[in-house]
């Protein structure tokens, strides 16, 4: 079998993805923002199988089925970046972009050698946007280093984490941001193909990016060596994951590999491959328009320029917001957020379920990578996840670690085990040990879906430590 060819997915494959055929439009999401959201309202929580752990639609929570509900966008920078034209009414179609100057930081990177495209990413600071926060350039250089060709480039448009809603927004509104930063990056590593890893979950993104593609092949923009495919997903938050998003698109089972060798050396079809999140590659044409010293003038420390920040329906002001990274995480929540709609802050969890909680005591924490992270919290993609004094910390510890085994890829014990014990354990309050489990998650896990669920267990022990011990009594 030609080794570039998509495998034919057999019975191993299939079995792996919960949504293969499902129909989404009327299905419940079981998200952690849906989740909060009920519990604070007393409704009953869904329990359909298979399960939809999060719709995109965080800011009008509890939601059910599909919507084309757009939230309030708004910037918090000295400058916007990927929120420049949303924050105008988005650029749906290539005549808008082009408008805007779209495209032109296309044209700029292609008339310059590949090594000027990568020195002004370099001295832009950007860092990753889909949560581990590794400096862009760094892997584009790795990549551009082989020799082996072809190189990829692939965009992980699969926004897993639950509160987080911005790749699905950039994708919706603003698509052609998404495919000018991926060429501009094959054209950077030497790449001749590219694909866009998209969730099922957000059928108006793809509707949005395959118009897009058809309009930049027509104008000749891609096509010519260097094109882009859509592969959607089938259900399944570890495709997040880059080792094992790879191997969904190359039609194997989707588990996490364990690193060396490095996707950047060794990808798709064992090639050199490139994989950023969406945000990451919309900040690019900024970059190159702007220059990489205007993008490391916004931001602080060693988070350079804005992130995009998704608030839950709980705040009074739920919605997409750019921020500069060095802003009060107090900020967001009470300024931008405008605080809670209703009852008291009990605490927030950033990045999704897989991060410690941030208590009320601390949220004049700055944001920050390395700031968060001291914290046992974690950018993570920027969804922030409110929750009130009705939220029981049992019952989310609870959902948390339900939805941790439901989407465990399987491969290390205490990730496919221990998360159902611990499950198990919160359901009958019956003081098992769940501390050494939570302590072989940490030490022993191959990827951060079951580190993530170890430093928010770790976080609910040190902060909640008394809530929990009163259930167990
Ligand atoms: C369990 C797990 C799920 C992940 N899900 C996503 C995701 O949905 N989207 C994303 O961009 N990155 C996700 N990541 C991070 C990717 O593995 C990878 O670091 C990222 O796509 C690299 O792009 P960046 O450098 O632009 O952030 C996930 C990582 C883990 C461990
Ligand atoms: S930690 Fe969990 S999801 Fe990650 S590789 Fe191990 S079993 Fe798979």
Redesign the pocket.
């Known amino acids: 079998m030609n080794a570039r060819r998509r495998h034919e997915p057999g019975p191993e494959v299939e079995s792996f993805y919960h949504l293969r055929g499902c129909d989404l439009s009327g299905r419940a999401c079981q998200g952690t923002a849906c989740f909060v959201a009920r519990h604070s309202s007393g409704e009953a929580q869904p329990c359909d199988d298979p399960r939809v752990y999060c719709l995109g639609r965080c800011f009008e929570s509890p939601a059910t089925g599909l919507s084309g509900a757009r939230p309030r966008i708004e910037v918090y920078s000295r400058a916007p970046v990927v929120l420049a034209r949303l924050v105008q009414g988005g650029a749906r179609s290539l005549e808008d972009y082009w408008r805007d100057g779209g495209y032109h930081s296309l044209e700029t990177a292609r008339a310059a050698a590949p090594s000027a495209v990568l020195d002004e990413v370099e001295k832009s600071g950007l860092r990753g946007r889909g949560g581990a926060g590794f400096p862009t350039a760094r892997k584009w250089r790795t990549a551009a280093a082989q020799a082996s060709v072809p190189k990829y480039v692939v965009a992980n448009a699969d926004e897993g984490d639950s509160g987080a809603f911005s790749d699905r927004i950039l994708m919706e509104d603003d698509p052609h941001a998404l495919i000018e930063g991926m060429a501009i990056a094959a054209h950077a590593i030497g790449a001749a193909r590219g694909w866009i890893y998209l969730r099922q979950e957000y059928p108006a993104a793809r509707l949005s990016l395959e118009h897009a593609l058809a309009e930049v092949r027509e104008a000749g923009l891609v096509g010519r060596g260097f094109d882009i495919e859509i592969c959607v997903g089938q259900g399944g938050y ?1 495709c997040g ?1 880059e080792s094992a998003l790879l191997l969904s698109i190359e039609g194997r089972r989707p ?2 590999m364990a690193r060396p060798p490095y996707l950047t050396e060794h990808g798709i079809f064992g090639q050199p491959t490139v994989a950023n999140n969406v945000e990451t590659f919309a900040a690019v044409p900024w970059i190159i328009e702007h220059g990489g010293d205007a993008y490391q003038a916004l931001g602080f420390s060693k988070s350079r320029g804005t992130k995009l920040v998704s608030l839950n329906s709980l705040f009074a002001r739920p919605g997409l917001y750019e921020v500069e990274f060095g802003i009060p995480v107090r900020r967001i929540v009470e300024e931008i957020g405008g605080g809670l709609r209703e009852s008291v802050l009990k605490g927030v969890i950033i990045g999704g379920p897989l991060a410690g909680i941030i208590p009320p005591g601390l949220l004049d924490t700055q944001f920050g990578f390395e700031e968060l992270a001291a914290i046992g919290a974690s950018a993570g993609h920027g969804g922030m996840i409110a929750f009130d004094e009705r939220t029981s910390i049992v019952d989310l510890v609870r959902h948390v670690f339900s939805f941790g085994a439901y ?6 014990t205490p ?2 085990l221990g998360t159902r014990r611990i499950e198990e354990i919160f359901t009958k309050a019956d003081d098992g040990e769940w501390r050494e489990i939570v302590s072989a998650l940490k030490w022993t ?7 993530g669920l170890a430093a928010f267990a770790e976080s609910v022990m040190r902060y909640y430590g008394e809530e929990v011990a009163s259930c167990f009594v």
């Open positions: 570890i994951e588990e996490v989407e465990s890829c399987g491969k290390c990730c496919r896990s191959l990827c951060g879906h079951g580190i």
